[in-house]
């Protein structure tokens, strides 16, 4: 019987499936009880004796890696852009740590180390070097040997590229994006492996259900200065596509391709985007945006690869989960490397390099520890974030301590709200002692008490729902024997017996597609109030809005045009600022199967301020959904990006089309229409609202749970920011 610790990660064989958990206790006996990452029982507690345990999960499920890390470029064709230096040291501490922390990895590794300053060819031989062959064979073979459910990770340090968009499938907001590889025998030319080409590569392994993770170390930004050899960047020389034309099968089998997603269906964003389901990528700046190298320990490391691994260090193993994951790395860089943010595009409740099974939970918003040891979260009232909300403080320096950070959390709460950040103060007087990269979740949302719930309880227990009441300080809930004249309710809840209840909107009207009861309501409240607070914090969302904006001519305002274009190629402007927007000249009326296209202009012209676009669909099934599967892209001033061979550069527009459908599930019902809205959030400067994400109504978010960019001054960014809204109808045929 192997001999485990509290917190040791084991897999556990159940009916033919492996899952990971930790080892939460061990009895005097012998037996163990396990938990989920996040601290949270598994297997309600029970303890276990006779079950079979692996310390590797690679006797089931196999694990792959390929890594890839260019240091050196040839001087003939790249010029003083030739030589990186932290690109090598990245994949070779990342493959030690694979070997280390992680089951056991079929590792694949190209490199190509200078032999000196004035090299002309890498030291490595020709099997081992990342030529465009080697690398596209590297990644073709381990789809063709790898099973379903197998795990893949993809590594890339070196440089990329931008060029101007060729084709339908490009953003134009961006350019086209490319890995810059290097070409023939001995490694002296380069090759650039198009965003087109990767995606079907990717797209070959997501079809074959392979879990995929990718880590870009690079940029594409064309507004990097010469000379500036910390920057992954190349600029694009239209002689290598002439030398080296993309696949052209590879790349027209993607042209114009619309893929479906879980909401509705949207077109491609940066290159990468196939199949958001089946991979996630970690991307060390947006397009645009610059990824830099930096100094630490006496040697050069990209900025994503060295605060990744040291991510994994702290957790003492290659994995967790990808929203957990970045939620730090952008706190990491926040605090340490402000110069760059961060992507991450794809799904994010994937696990990196590893099965994550435990339940949906709450989105970490990343906090940054200031000098003078205050504590500022990274959300404010735009994230819905009010005075008063408290917090629990998620270290990831705590994920070896076992389950006290779930039984003790750190409180903190919400003293100032700014617009897209909030000052924080702990709650109590025991000293905190947080990590760099800390996160918290949130414990309360004060903003839903705006929208006041009526309760009518017509069974005999009623002592368990005063008591749940008392604990959900979130909630404006007045009984209906005792209401405060002159209000009105947005939600009408009534609990008829132990089994049946029903909720109607602030127009009395039965709210559809609710899930039956699952707990004897007179013993249980907790499940129905769940609910509301998932329809409350919906209706928080869509409510959400900058007042500021209705004024005339307000200077962020005039900075950006938005519109919704139909098939018809009518022009639709968002609702009016009023939240409550109900006038028929807001509606956007399309058929099944219509694609609408969504256009953001920044007006800003060359040297300007970028614009961050963030874009949700809020569904039938009350969830809210991330359609970019990224935080946001970043729309540049018109001019930007540009290069000898994009001399016109950006146009300052951004488009996305989305194919609108009515669901299967309400098509059976017998409904001939659906409701959506895209909810559409504009910043000046980066920010995320993954916080306001909601699955479907029936996959409820568990509550409390704890557990390469612009050059950027001492001066704070603005925090301007819009949110819009377009109610969009979908009609079957």
Not at 131 to 156: C, R
Not at 228 to 248: G, H, N, T
Not at 429 to 451: D, E, K, Q, V
């Amino acid at each position: 019987t192997p001999k485990f610790r509290v917190g040791d990660a084991v897999f556990l064989v159940e009916n033919g499936q492996t899952k990971r958990y930790l080892i939460e206790t061990i009895t005097s006996s012998g037996r163990y009880t396990l938990c989920y990452d996040d601290y949270t029982s598994a297997k309600n507690g029970e303890e276990l004796r006779s079950i079979t345990i692996m310390t590797e999960m690679s006797t089931v499920l196999r694990h792959r890696a390929i890594l890839i890390g260019i240091d050196f470029y040839p001087p003939e064709c790249c010029g003083e852009y030739s030589l990186l230096r932290g690109c090598v040291n990245d994949v070779q501490e990342m493959k030690t740590h694979l070997e280390k922390l992680s089951a056991r990895v079929d590792i694949q590794i190209f490199t190509a180390s200078p032999t000196g300053l004035d090299s002309s060819r890498p030291a490595e031989n020709s099997h081992n070097l990342p030529t465009y062959n080697n690398v596209v064979s590297g990644l073709k073979k381990i789809t063709s040997e790898s099973s379903h459910g197998d795990f893949v990770y993809i590594h890339f340090s070196g440089h990329g590229t931008a060029m101007e968009p060729g084709n339908g499938f490009s953003n134009k907001a961006t350019g086209h994006l490319a890995l810059v590889l290097l070409e023939g025998t001995n490694g002296t030319n380069i090759r650039y492996l198009h965003g087109e080409v990767l995606a079907s590569l990717l797209r070959d392994m997501v079809k074959k259900e392979l879990m995929v993770t990718a880590v870009l170390d690079c940029c594409f930004s064309g507004s990097v200065m010469r000379n500036d050899d910390s920057v992954r960047f190349l600029p694009y020389d239209s002689a290598v596509d002439m030398a080296y034309p993309p696949i052209i099968s590879q790349v027209s089998s993607l042209e114009g391709n619309t893929i479906p997603t879980a909401y509705r269906g949207a077109s491609l964003g940066p290159n990468w985007l196939i199949n958001p389901d089946g991979y996630s990528i970690h991307a060390a700046c947006g397009p645009n945006e610059k990824a830099h190298e930096m100094v630490a320990d006496g040697k050069k490391h990209g900025a994503l690869s060295y605060f990744l691994i040291r991510t994994f260090s702290r957790y003492g193993r290659v994995g967790g989960k990808h929203q957990h994951i970045y939620s730090h790395l952008r706190a990491r860089f926040l605090e340490s490397w402000p110069r760059q943010v961060p992507m991450l595009y794809g799904n994010k409740s994937l696990g990196f390099f590893e099965d994550t099974n435990y339940a949906i939970d709450s989105i970490r918003i990343p906090i940054v520890k200031k000098q003078d040891g205050s504590f500022q979260l990274e959300a404010g009232k735009a994230h819905g974030i009010s005075v008063g909300d408290r917090l629990a403080l998620c270290d990831i320096g705590s994920a070896q301590s076992g389950p006290r950070s779930v039984e003790d959390p750190v409180t903190l709460e919400v003293v100032q709200a700014r617009a897209l950040t909030s000052d924080l103060k702990p709650v109590g007087t025991t000293p905190i002692s947080a990590s760099s990269g800390a996160t918290a979740t949130a414990l309360t949302r004060l903003s839903l008490r705006r929208f006041p719930v009526c309760l009518d309880l017509r069974i005999l227990s009623k002592n368990v729902w005063a008591m749940a009441l008392q604990e959900r300080t979130s909630l404006n809930v007045q009984y209906i024997e005792k209401l405060e004249a002159g209000t009105l309710f947005s939600l009408y809840v009534t609990v008829i017996s132990k089994d049946r209840y029903e909720i109607r909107d602030k127009s009395k009207q039965m709210i559809p597609n609710l899930p039956a009861s699952a707990y004897d309501l007179e013993e249980n409240s907790g499940h129905l109030l769940d609910l509301v607070d998932h329809l409350l914090m919906f209706e928080m969302v869509k409510n959400l809005v900058n007042k500021a904006l209705a004024a005339p001519a307000h200077p962020f305002r005039e900075s950006f045009n938005i519109q919704v274009i139909n098939a018809a190629g009518k022009i639709f402007h968002p609702s009016c600022f009023d939240p409550g927007c109900s006038h028929a000249g807001c509606l956007v009326e399309v058929t099944q199967g219509d694609t609408v296209k969504l256009v953001v202009q920044n007006k800003e012209k060359e040297g300007g301020q970028s614009l961050y676009v963030h874009l949700y669909g809020m569904g039938s099934d009350w969830e809210i959904e991330n359609l970019l599967h990224a935080d946001y892209e970043r729309i540049p001033p018109c001019l930007s990006n540009k290069s000898k061979n994009f001399l016109s550069g950006t146009d300052g527009e951004w488009k996305k089309d989305v194919q609108m459908t009515v669901p299967q599930e309400m098509r059976n019902k017998g409904y001939n229409h659906c409701d959506d809205t895209f909810k559409v959030f504009l910043t000046a400067q980066p920010t995320s609202f993954l916080s306001l994400e909601l699955p479907e109504i029936g996959k409820l978010v568990k509550k409390g749970a704890i557990g390469r960019g612009t050059e950027q001054d001492s001066s704070p960014l603005s925090e301007d920011w819009a949110a819009l809204n377009f109610h969009i109808r979908t009609h079957i045929k």
